[in-house]
């Protein structure tokens, strides 16, 4: 034991020491903390721009989803517009008309108006 200190003492007497902290340990300890305190900000600082990037892309997905939606129902309103002919339009609105006409059979409780329409329904 008295040996390694004999070592360590001429070491120090002659500036030879294997590392710069054996010489101001208080010092060195003091700038090791300030470099792991810088990457640590650094990290989380990395982290928090990762965790941007993840809140930024869920709402450019959200975006994608709201316009792929939208163009989906454009293109099924395109589609029923181009298939629906005049007769079809009236035939709808005829057949609207006649639910009509069953709701207010209904309510005034007119059995034979009510199953004539139903028949007239049914067939339709």
Do not use: C
């Not at 010489?23 to 989380?44: G, H, L, S």
């Not at 990395?46 to 709201?66: P, Y």
């Amino acid at each position: 034991l008295h040996n390694y200190f004999a070592e360590y003492a001429e070491d120090f007497n002659t500036a030879t020491l294997p590392h710069k902290k054996y010489y101001d340990y208080d010092a060195w300890e003091a700038q090791e903390y300030k470099q792991r305190k810088e990457e640590e900000q650094a990290r989380m600082s990395r982290t928090a721009a990762a965790a941007g990037n993840v809140l930024a892309d869920e709402a450019r997905h959200r975006e994608e989803m709201r316009v792929r939606m939208e163009q989906k129902r454009v293109e099924e309103e395109h589609f029923l517009r181009a298939t629906m002919n005049s007769s079809k339009v009236a035939e709808m609105k005829q057949q609207k008309l006649l639910q009509t006409e069953l709701q207010h059979a209904y309510k005034t409780g007119d059995q034979e108006k009510i199953q004539k329409l139903q028949r007239k329904l049914a067939v339709e």
